[in-house]
């Protein structure tokens, strides 16, 4: 799997700034103002979870899964052309189609050269490259064996679009027992 590290880290400063937040609240106004609070603070953590922790991409022998925010899209080997990076990773099908990984391996801005040339820090290559060959490789692996019969599906993201409703029911109840909507 290929996930931004920074996501992990935003995810759970999101959650123990949720999590202190609601503490405070019960703890000051009481459980039932609390729950008139929480999904409003519940609403930014699933905006952190859905568009920073969630998007990855995963191979595996049969093709490539990419989970984008409320999309996902599976690519079986036998229907990838090409896969490379621009400033996220691209698969092309051979529908022709490109689909765009938001989370997993990220081109970054190019960093500047050195003031002196060193043998060693030209050697280093970014993670996202690095990432990318692995995909690749996995690619030119499993192309050959791949069943010619594979498909694109792309699909929702049910517990992300179910938990995101949920959320603004929530919210809309919250609305109207505080008196904010008449």
Not at 4 to 22: D, E, F, I, Y
Not at 133 to 149: F, G, K, L, M, N
Not at 173 to 182: D, E, M, Q, T
Request: charged share 20%.
């Amino acid at each position: 799997m290929f996930r931004a590290p920074s996501s992990v880290v935003g995810l759970v400063v999101a959650v123990a700034l949720a999590v202190v937040l609601l503490g405070d609240a019960a703890l000051r106004a009481g459980v039932g103002e609390m729950l008139l609070l929480a999904p409003w603070v519940l609403l930014a953590l699933w905006v952190v979870y859905a568009f920073l922790f969630a998007p990855h991409v995963r191979i595996d022998g049969e093709g490539i899964r990419i989970h984008n925010p409320l999309r996902v899209t599976a690519v079986a080997w036998a229907r990838v052309r090409d896969i490379d990076l621009q400033w996220q990773l691209r698969v092309t099908t051979d529908e022709p189609r490109v689909y765009k990984a938001f989370g997993g391996p990220v081109a970054g801005r190019p960093g500047r050269p050195p003031l002196r040339r060193d043998a060693e820090r030209d050697r280093r290559e970014p993670p996202a490259i690095r990432d990318l060959v692995v995909i690749q490789d996995a690619w030119e692996a499993a192309r050959d064996t791949a069943p010619a019969s594979g498909a694109v599906r792309r699909f929702w993201d049910i517990p992300s679009a179910v938990s995101l409703l949920v959320l603004i029911c929530w919210a809309i109840i919250a609305l109207f027992s505080s008196g904010g909507v008449r």
